[in-house]
């Protein structure tokens, strides 16, 4: 396997901050907030890589484990930035690395399904989209995984649809059924032990995910939240921003941040 992931590097400041992307994105998914960062700073370096089965990373399978090591072996000492699929992964890198991993940013994320049966049925199901798509095709796929209830508040302007058909049947297949999250092992016993300051973010109009935003922040140790304004699951494309913003702050003051949790 491959000890690096393709990746795109954005400014030169002393702070590293990598960017993971979700399913069915590349990349390229983070330039419009890494872009707004480094204009809001000078002092970032942001690294936005391909996960396993997207983008230059198709041909890579990896589970959730996996990725993590992959990521923080090209990012090594930083900031983590993820997004849904990706928020799985720099978690995932917190828990194994956390000598190399300086803060996390979840945006859109979970720490697993911790119902066995619940997780095996999402398994299941994943395993089942997999078929479908190496069916249908990418094309295809793609504009039903728009469709669902999950991304109404994303136009499809700001989908950036052209960029998420690059990637290939069979990449994707992969990273559903070893990134998924009925594949992905419950991290919650792990973030109660984690040190690593955490801000776990969410668009205020994805009510199941700003719930799990608001138990990884009140559950990690320096855990914090951000919710962002008329946002929904894909804040970052929405709300590029406001999400910049955060980040910004963020990785400034890790841990001085907006502490309220549970209002």
Request: net charge negative; charged share 15%; proline share 5%.
């Amino acid at each position: 396997m491959t000890s690096t992931l393709p990746h795109t590097v954005l400014g030169d400041g002393p702070t590293t901050v990598v960017f993971a992307h979700g399913f069915t994105q590349t990349r390229t998914s983070w330039m419009p907030v890494a872009q707004r960062l480094i204009a809001h700073t000078s002092a970032v370096r942001c690294v936005l890589v391909d996960l396993p089965g997207h983008g230059q990373s198709h041909d890579i399978e990896a589970d959730v484990a996996a990725t993590a090591r992959l990521l923080v072996a090209t990012g090594r000492s930083a900031h983590y930035i993820g997004y849904s699929l990706g928020a799985r992964a720099v978690l995932q890198a917190m828990v194994q690395h956390p000598d190399v991993v300086k803060s996390v940013v979840s945006l859109s994320g979970t720490a697993g399904i911790e119902d066995s049966i619940e997780r095996n049925d999402r398994r299941n199901a994943d395993e089942e989209r997999a078929r479908h798509l190496l069916e249908i095709g990418v094309e295809a796929f793609v504009d039903e995984w728009l469709a669902q209830p999950l991304f109404a508040d994303l136009p499809r302007a700001q989908a950036q649809v052209s960029e998420r058909q690059t990637n290939t049947a069979l990449g994707l297949a992969s990273s559903l059924r070893l990134c998924g999250q009925g594949a992905t092992t419950p991290m919650w016993d792990s973030l109660a032990h984690c040190t690593t300051p955490v801000l776990a973010m969410a668009g205020t109009r994805d009510t199941k995910f700003v719930a799990l935003a608001r138990r990884i922040a009140a559950l990690s140790t320096t855990g914090r939240l951000a919710l962002i304004a008329d946002a929904g699951h894909s804040a970052h494309l929405e709300q590029p921003d406001a999400v910049a913003q955060e980040i910004g702050y963020w990785i400034a003051n890790p841990t001085e941040y907006n502490t309220p949790i549970t209002s």
